[in-house]
């Protein structure tokens, strides 16, 4: 048997690429000269070369993985969540990581029970089938090992909901107000805010020249400081929006007519993006979401100046309305 392999690893192919040309140097030539000859003897060897080609394919593409996720924006490519930037998303991904585990391990057991019923028990194999009809043991087994796992599932699911329902006592409070299609911000007073602003998302040639992503990037950000307990309060203000930031864990519904609350607190500085995570109409895939975290410091300046620069539009608004009436 001969197989041919031709433009084996693509030279773009990264981390994976770089694996199987070192792995398989001696099996594959290097795609800029011309083609190799893999001639296999039997099947075996082929069957081992496969095995060894999609295990080392696998390691890779796992030690590649945190390069491909982002870290408060999604990337092309990604393979993996956001890098955490709080122990609720922390928890909420380790826990995926491990109940695909779970998942998995369920999968390859019942395949195996497959294959052990498709070869031990097939006609020729057992040309005189058991007529065992019940079987008290298996049938507790199936019954009470599915309900032991649900509840291994279960308790570490109650453990996260726990954390991100309970609200911790606010060291600062803001509301998020969903609009079609944008979001306003409004900061208490009581905490040396007293002002409020509207976010709506950059064009492409305005987030380019900024240097951020497009369709995430917003005029006027939310800005927090890091290592403090942020309480949203979200709301909609026309129909049901949704306060969505992956790398926080949070998700919650702004519902018009009602008040509903979630938390966050981020463990470094950075900008970190989110959109609207419901329909809610022609433009909902425009309204992102962007947070800033900042030191103390900083935070602080940006209260100053935001009080200067946000009371101005006010003033400017209140004036227009009084001149309309």
């Not at 890098?83 to 990581?97: G, K, L, R």
């Not at 949070?250 to 007519?257: K, S, T, Y």
Request: with cysteine; hydrophobic share 50%; glycine share 6%.
């Amino acid at each position: 048997m001969i197989f041919d392999v031709e433009n084996c690893v693509p030279h773009h192919a990264g981390a994976l690429g770089l694996v199987l040309r070192v792995r398989f140097g001696a099996v594959f030539s290097d795609c800029r000269d011309k083609p190799a000859a893999l001639r296999v003897g039997d099947l075996g060897v082929m069957t081992r070369f496969w095995t060894h080609a999609v295990l080392t394919a696998s390691l890779a593409m796992c030690l590649a993985t945190p390069a491909f996720a982002g870290d408060g924006v999604p990337t092309p490519w990604q393979m993996s969540f956001q890098t955490p930037a709080t122990a609720v998303a922390d928890f909420i991904y380790v826990m995926h990581d491990w109940v695909n585990v779970v998942i998995g391990l369920i999968t390859l057991f019942v395949l195996a029970l497959l294959i052990i019923v498709i070869v031990k028990f097939n006609e020729k194999a057992n040309p005189t089938p058991s007529k065992t009809t019940h079987h008290v043991g298996l049938e507790i087994a199936w019954t009470l090992i599915p309900a032991l796992i649900l509840v291994g599932i279960a308790i570490p699911s109650f453990r996260l909901l726990k954390m991100q329902v309970e609200l911790p006592k606010a060291d600062i409070t803001v509301k998020a107000v969903g609009h079609q299609w944008y979001w306003s911000y409004e900061y208490p007073k009581d905490q040396g805010g007293g002002f409020a602003f509207d976010s709506y998302m950059l064009s492409r040639e305005d987030a380019e020249k900024a240097g951020q992503p497009a369709l995430l990037a917003v005029d006027n950000e939310l800005v927090l400081p890091v290592g403090k307990n942020i309480v949203v309060q979200v709301i909609g203000q026309d129909v049901i929006h949704n306060f969505a930031l992956a790398a926080f864990g949070v998700r919650m519904d702004a519902v018009p007519g009602r008040m509903n609350q979630t938390w966050f607190k981020a463990e470094r500085e950075g900008i970190f993006y989110g959109q609207c995570s419901r329909l809610c109409g022609s433009n909902h895939a425009f309204m992102p979401i962007a947070v800033r975290i900042v030191s103390e410091e900083k935070y602080a300046q940006f209260l100053e100046e935001a009080k200067k620069k946000f009371a101005s539009s006010e003033a400017d608004t209140l004036k227009i309305a009084s001149a309309a009436n």
